[in-house]
């Protein structure tokens, strides 16, 4: 079966860190770009963070930049999202893309509360 599982969600104070990962399934994700976004309520969907299939490439969102970072390990099947310094307005469900071209994936997304 085809899909993308995100885990490492929760509850985590302000100036906390989680780390969320991505783990896809019935296909390999090396050659698919990986991003992540993020959806809080009544906001659209925004990306957070892109990282080609290589590895060689990355970007942010211009809020995350220099709290969040994307890594991947093809090996694994897994992509990940180290969040630091987390603040009350990075409360969202986050979730986990490939994109290939026109072929798009998406996993169900975990939700991340930042809250005291």
């Known amino acids: 079966q085809v899909q993308l599982v995100e885990s490492g969600g929760g509850l985590v104070q302000p100036g906390g860190s989680l780390r969320l990962s991505c783990t896809a399934s019935?296909?390999?994700?090396?050659?698919?770009?990986m991003s992540w976004y993020r959806q809080a309520p009544g906001k659209e969907r925004e990306l957070v963070g892109s990282?080609?299939?290589?590895?060689?490439?990355?970007t942010y969102t211009d809020s995350v930049k220099g709290r969040f970072a994307i890594s991947r390990d093809n090996a694994k099947n897994t992509v990940y999202l180290q969040m630091n310094i987390l603040k009350s307005e990075d409360t969202a469900v986050y979730y986990c893309?490939?994109?290939?071209?026109?072929?798009?994936?998406w996993g169900q997304g975990t939700q991340v509360t930042v809250s005291s």
């Open positions: 893309n490939a994109a290939r071209g026109s072929l798009q994936r």
């Open positions: 019935g296909f390999f994700i090396g050659a698919y770009d």
């Open positions: 990282i080609s299939s290589g590895g060689g490439s990355k």
